[in-house]
């Protein structure tokens, strides 16, 4: 059985004094859930996250890094300065990184070395834009980034991958992809790690739903045979709203 993971993903938002109210708020509501849960924190956000959800079961992890461990990359952030001050996980190829910022199959590649060379779980994002899936390729779109993303990676790393399935058009955008949906998506990431891995290790690998996930749509989706928990951007900034998610399986 595979555990369920929920992550938030707060991408640019939340000062620390708001994280830190958040995070009081928030843990209480969760301590008892057996799901992994996971707080993605801006970087300026991260050292104030680690230390307020000391003696409860919420992880942190940061939303990108360079590949790197150090050099002349102004601006940019390390794993290892990341693993140094506790960061458990890190998003990875998350589209608007992708979309944004010029990330691509072969840096999101790199980085997921970076992370596992660093000891840090890296959640890696695939998904199509709303043209591909008008397109009708959807499957070839993901498989493909799924293959690029995991190339060259050991079996152990890949089953210590978490792959999140996030459609482009459905991110805060109100539009969910239907369980049955993203759930025969997830399938067919899955049979791709399979071809490459073996069925030991695809069955292993958690993979997420990311998309518009609210309280009120999260247990259809995460009771899905193969949807291992979901990547929550916007849902996620509230306590209350993020806490009725994690707890709605
Ligand atoms: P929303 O939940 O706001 O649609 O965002 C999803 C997402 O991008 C999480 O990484």
Redesign the pocket.
Known sequence: MRKKVIAG?W?MNMLPNEAISFIEEFAPLVKDTQNEVILCVPYTDLFYALLSVQNTNIKIGAQNMHWEEKGAYTGEVSPKMLKTIGVEYV?IG???RRQYFNETDETVNKKIKAAFENELKPIV?VGETLEEREKGITSQIITSQTRLALDGLTAEQVKNTII?Y?PIW????GKTATSDDANNTIKEIRKEIEKIYGKDVAECVIIQY????KSVNAKELFTMSDIDGG??????LKPEEFANIVKSV
């Open positions: 993903n991408k998003i998350h589209s608007e994002c999140a996030e459905a991110i805060g955008t990311g998309g518009s996930v990547l929550v951007g916007g849902a996620s």
